[in-house]
């Protein structure tokens, strides 16, 4: 950034100081780019400035979550009904575990309406046909039951104060963990989203129709 500063200016990189926030050239000081100003002048000096960094002592550490649903399928019309959901996750060491929960809860939620609810409809001609809340199906409260919660803490050894993700982690289990139990209840195995009721039936008549 200090080096397109200086080529707008017109003197040499080692010219330029980045001094709280702001970009200032030290032959003359009324020189002078906010962060922001000078980023919005790297498409006229040479394009985006981008950059790469490897950490290779970590911190993170493993990731461990899974998820648990009971759910109960009609054959007539393949609609599936989430009975009792429970998630858990090593959090390594909840600092706030009502937070810890709430990612928990909220990943379990969002991951019902990917497997059971949401899908994109796009025409010919390339719009959305289902863009608005009125079409495009989400899960509410009136489709969802309790969801537990049980937080597992193993000290992460890799971070200071044992913490490991949270937020990333707990959305993965739901679409296997539904998708699992809907093929135990029907004896078909599940291979595409969402499995809302028209692909709940069609799975069901296949199978009828292999015997």
Not at 52 to 70: K, R
Request: glycine share 10%; net charge negative; charged share 20%.
């Amino acid at each position: 950034m200090s080096a397109r500063a200086a080529r707008v200016w017109e003197v040499q990189p080692e010219d330029v100081e980045f001094i709280d926030g702001s970009f200032i050239c030290t032959k003359n000081t009324e020189d002078k780019f906010s962060f922001k100003e000078l980023a919005g002048n790297l498409q006229s000096t040479g394009g985006l400035v981008t950059c790469s960094a490897i950490d290779t002592q970590g911190g993170v550490g493993a990731q461990l979550a899974g998820h648990i649903v009971d759910l109960e399928v009609d054959p007539e019309t393949g609609k599936v009904s989430i009975l009792r959901y429970t998630t858990f996750l090593d959090a390594g060491k909840a600092v706030y575990p009502a937070y810890v929960e709430g990612q928990m809860q909220g990943a379990a939620l969002q991951g019902i309406g990917w497997a059971l609810h949401e899908e994109y409809f796009i025409t010919n001609d390339g719009t959305m046909a289902n863009s608005s809340l009125l079409d495009y199906r989400m899960p509410t409260s009136l489709d969802m039951p309790m969801i537990g919660t049980m937080i597992i803490e193993v000290p992460n050894p890799r971070h200071p104060f044992g913490l490991r993700a949270v937020g990333e982690t707990v959305i993965v289990p739901p679409l296997g963990a539904i998708a699992n139990a809907i093929s135990h209840a029907i004896g078909v195995r599940m291979t595409k989203l969402p499995m809302n009721p028209g692909a709940v039936l069609e799975a069901i008549a296949s199978k009828n129709a292999q015997g």
